[in-house]
């Protein structure tokens, strides 16, 4: 069983770019989740996707978009990058099943942290 | 009002004794679910346990259990015979709503540090 992988580790941006960061969910789930967590401060939710649409959203403005595909990979963009934007990126997926029952435990892959400059 | 509570910035335990830490919680829902998350400095958020609003036992898991008070709303959690692998970020976490919507909403964590 493959878990939750993401790329890029690590990304340095300037004020004003856009960065993509992606995620490959867990092999059987369905459901991904992003999260930003600043610097000594827990994960603030920023979206879900179930089977390709958004499915919930916290308060975060629209410059953060996101995508998942088919397979339920995912990307989480953000347009016009602040100061504040620099954070730890994780991505959860969830949504299947565990020794045969369905589990709803989110599964974080490793984080991109990303700095803006 | 905080959804989850951590009131434990830092907590100490000497090496292979038990600790706690503890979590309180807010909902109007019926339907919830309790998660407590290992994160290490390398950041990557470990699951530990997790503990269903309906469910009567409290949840264990090796040496993780979570004591869980539902009439309080609190969900500690428990780590019998700690070890030095266990010094970490702790995070309280709760998953509200009804399947197939699964917002999480965590805790600011407590920082474990377990000394030899």
């Known amino acids: 069983e493959t878990g939750v992988t993401q790329s890029p580790t690590h990304l340095i941006k300037t004020r004003g770019q856009q960065v993509t960061l992606r995620c490959s969910s867990q092999s059987g789930h369905n459901t991904v989740s992003w999260y930003q967590q600043a610097l000594g401060q827990g994960p603030q939710f920023i979206f879900q996707?179930?089977?390709?649409?958004?499915?919930g959203r916290g308060n975060f403005p629209p410059r953060f978009s996101g995508l998942q595909f088919p397979n339920y990979s995912s990307e989480l963009n953000v347009n016009a990058l602040e100061l504040d934007d620099s954070a730890l990126y994780l991505c959860?997926?969830?949504?299947?099943?565990?020794?045969?029952?369905?589990?709803?435990?989110?599964?974080f892959g490793p984080g991109t942290r990303l700095t803006v400059l | 009002a905080q959804k989850i509570t951590q009131t434990q910035p830092g907590m100490f335990v000497q090496e292979k004794e038990a600790v706690t830490l503890d979590c309180t919680y807010d909902t109007s829902d019926q339907s919830y679910g309790l998660f407590w998350y290992k994160q290490p400095s390398s950041g990557e958020m470990i699951f530990l346990i997790y503990q269903g609003s309906y469910d009567e036992q409290n949840a264990t898991e090796g040496r993780y259990s979570l004591n869980f008070q539902k009439a309080r709303k609190s969900a500690n959690l428990v780590i019998s015979a700690s070890q030095l692998g266990d010094s970490a970020m702790y995070f309280c976490a709760m998953r509200e709503g009804q399947r197939g919507y699964q917002k999480v909403t965590f805790g600011t964590g407590t920082k474990l540090q377990v000394i030899p």
């Open positions: 959860a997926s969830s949504g299947g099943l565990a020794g045969g029952t369905w589990t709803d435990t989110q599964y």
């Open positions: 996707y179930y089977r390709e649409e958004e499915n």
